[in-house]
């Protein structure tokens, strides 16, 4: 008796693999990769067609041009017979400097503030409120024109300048007193570079005895004890000392002496400081609150003062809920810093988009701004992610 034919075992293993879910997923993936290649190389074609009809070509050799324009804030020796390139790196120096300030004093601000937030008595704890509710609703945009317009174009000029101690504010900024290198000056960096190699292999040698031995030890404050007392011996035997300070006075129509802050440099710096202090109170209120009330009864069970609660038992353990999000507040305050445009201060968007009215090269000027805030950001996110990976909490 002859038996009906089945069907081959190769068409049920094709059926059997298109209907395999994980199949689906990886082409799924494979077509979606392929038209994002399909549109990325096709906005390529379109661009490299505009730019030939323009009789423009990629390529950043302009940038050993000279640039013709000059900057009134250089922290670098710039002139405007200097190039393209030079002008660049005064705009990445303004930006990481004006970056770094406002993330030291923004999160100093912003810890007193969410500190103040928590505060019993009812004064300080309104006026925090009221400062971080106005912070966090007001465009940083209108913050910064305000503080540029309202308060340092309308200062004094430099003959009526407004003196507090050393420090004088006026319509050309604020002037204050700065050191000024002398010729021991170049030995002593040297000298300061020894010292943190030394406060970093002392870091090390006491992070092994603390693995060996098993008893804790401050680690961190043993490495910066090193440097300090290195750093104070080498300014202490040097014939002379290498930076002398210099106090800025009124000379005519300006200042002589110490060093001139830029109104636009002070107005953008304290505009980012103080909307990003707003936010920054906001997290470490919330990382205060999360921490657990019996840790708190604890303490005072044990007799330490609510400061010392604060500083000993709230705040380190508060800090792994901190971490996270503050981390988010540098990266928008380094990136915010770019609306110094706006008030006219040459960071480096400033600068690139000077370069871009000037040469025509918006593509290549736009791909290097867009390269050093990626790299600035991923460092920031590299330097967090580590503190956060040392204060996090290790299940044993």
């Known amino acids: 008796m002859e038996t009906s034919p089945r069907s081959p075992a190769p068409l049920r293993l094709s059926r059997a693999f298109w209907r395999d879910e994980r199949f689906i997923q990886i082409a799924v993936q494979i077509l979606f990769l392929a038209l994002v290649i399909w549109v990325g190389s096709a906005a390529l074609r379109n661009m490299l067609t505009s730019l030939r009809q323009q009789g423009l070509a990629l390529g950043f050799d302009f940038l050993n041009s000279g640039a013709g324009f000059d900057i009134s804030d250089a922290l670098i020796a710039y002139s405007s017979s200097d190039t393209f390139a030079r002008a660049l790196q005064v705009g ?19 810890i007193v503030v969410g500190v103040a937030r928590l505060s019993s008595n009812w004064l300080v704890n309104r006026m925090a409120w009221v400062f971080v509710e106005i912070m966090r609703n007001v465009p940083l945009l209108v913050l910064l024109v305000f503080i540029y317009t309202a308060f340092f174009l309308k200062l004094p000029r430099a003959r009526q300048a407004v003196n507090i101690g050393p420090v004088y504010l006026s319509n050309r900024g604020v002037a204050v007193p700065w050191g000024e290198p002398t010729d021991t000056w170049s030995l002593y960096m040297s000298i300061l570079v020894g010292a943190l190699i030394a406060g970093a292999l002392v870091g090390f040698a006491m992070h092994r005895w603390q693995e060996q031995s098993g008893r804790p030890r401050p ?26 300070l210099s106090y800025p006075e009124i000379a005519g129509f300006n200042f002589q002496g110490g060093r001139v802050l830029s109104p636009e440099f002070m107005a953008l710096l304290i505009g980012l400081v103080l909307y990003t202090a707003g936010f920054i109170g906001e997290v470490v209120r919330a990382g205060i ?87 600035l950001s991923l460092l920031t996110s590299l330097i967090m992610n580590w503190y956060n990976r040392r204060v996090r909490l290790v299940e044993r």
């Open 92 to 110: 990445l120096l303004n930006t990481i400097v004006v970056s770094l300030l406002g993330i030291v004093l923004a999160t100093l601000l912003g």
């Open 219 to 244: 680690l961190v404050w043993f490495s910066l004890l090193t440097i300090a007392v290195i750093a104070m011996v080498g300014w202490v035997v040097l014939p002379q000392p290498p930076l002398i």
């Open 289 to 375: 609150q999360a921490v657990p009330k019996g840790q708190v009864e604890a303490a005072r069970a044990l007799g330490l003062t609510p400061s010392r609660t604060l500083r000993l038992v709230v705040f380190p353990q508060a800090l792994r809920l901190i971490i996270p999000p503050m981390t988010n507040q540098y990266l928008n305050l380094t990136k915010n810093s770019t609306l110094a445009v706006a008030i006219g201060y040459p960071d480096l968007f400033a600068v690139s988009g000077t370069i871009i009215n000037q040469t025509g090269r918006a593509v290549e000027m736009i791909a290097v701004v867009m390269a050093v805030y990626l790299i």
